[in-house]
């Protein structure tokens, strides 16, 4: 029987400016380094504008389309208005990623690192059976969960590749 390759699933999460998206910058840059192919999905709890003013799909959009598609021989991207989309959804569209990074979904069940920054954020707000590991600058600790520092993004990545190893472990 031959099993099927998934990404592996794991959320960067904390609170507003704690300093998510750099860390998954780094953490992104460090996976690549090693050799795994990573995609990420960023939750905005807003709407937002998702093309460049003036560009032509943008004019297109705003002229009443209810979606729009671009592409080269390298890229695509596709722009829909669609109400109830979800992470596991957009996850579908990445089945050859390594890792799929999330951004935010702190609520989630999602194994996720944390990040709690001095002068943002004063204690966790995840429900700690969730965490990979808190990341800090402060003198915070859970129980039971791993502490790291802002910029240990390579233990971070020791981390998602023993998170990899048990997954595939499990699978059938």
């Known amino acids: 029987m031959e099993t099927v390759k998934r990404p592996v699933i794991a959320a960067v999460s904390g609170v507003k400016n704690s300093g998510k998206t750099?860390?998954?910058?780094?953490?992104?840059?460090?996976?690549?380094?090693?050799g795994y192919l990573v995609a990420v999905i960023k939750h905005d709890g807003h709407e937002f504008e998702p093309d460049v003013e003036g560009t032509d799909t943008w004019k297109l959009r705003k002229s009443g389309?209810?979606?729009?598609?671009i592409f080269s021989e390298g890229r695509?991207?596709?722009?829909?208005?669609e109400t109830q989309m979800d992470e596991k959804r957009l996850a579908e569209?990445?089945?050859?990623?390594?890792?799929?990074?999330?951004e935010g979904f702190k609520y989630s069940d999602y194994p996720k690192?944390?990040?709690?920054?001095?002068?943002?954020?004063?204690?966790?707000?995840?429900n700690p059976k969730t965490l990979l590991a808190l990341?800090?600058?402060?003198?915070?600790?859970?129980?039971?969960?791993?502490?790291?520092?802002?910029?240990?993004w390579a233990k971070?990545?020791?981390?998602?590749?023993?998170?990899?190893f048990l997954m595939?472990?499990?699978?059938?």
Do not use: Q
């Open 168 to 172: 595939r472990s499990f699978e059938v």
């Open 76 to 81: 695509w991207m596709v722009i829909k208005e």
């Open 22 to 34: 750099t860390f998954l910058e780094h953490l992104t840059a460090e996976l690549k380094k090693r």
């Open 65 to 69: 389309a209810y979606g729009t598609g």
């Open 135 to 152: 990341v800090t600058d402060t003198d915070l600790s859970i129980a039971g969960v791993e502490k790291i520092c802002l910029n240990e």
């Open 93 to 102: 569209l990445f089945p050859e990623a390594d890792f799929l990074l999330l």
């Open 113 to 126: 690192f944390e990040i709690v920054r001095k002068g943002n954020s004063t204690e966790s707000v995840c």
């Open 156 to 164: 971070a990545a020791d981390i998602l590749e023993r998170l990899t």
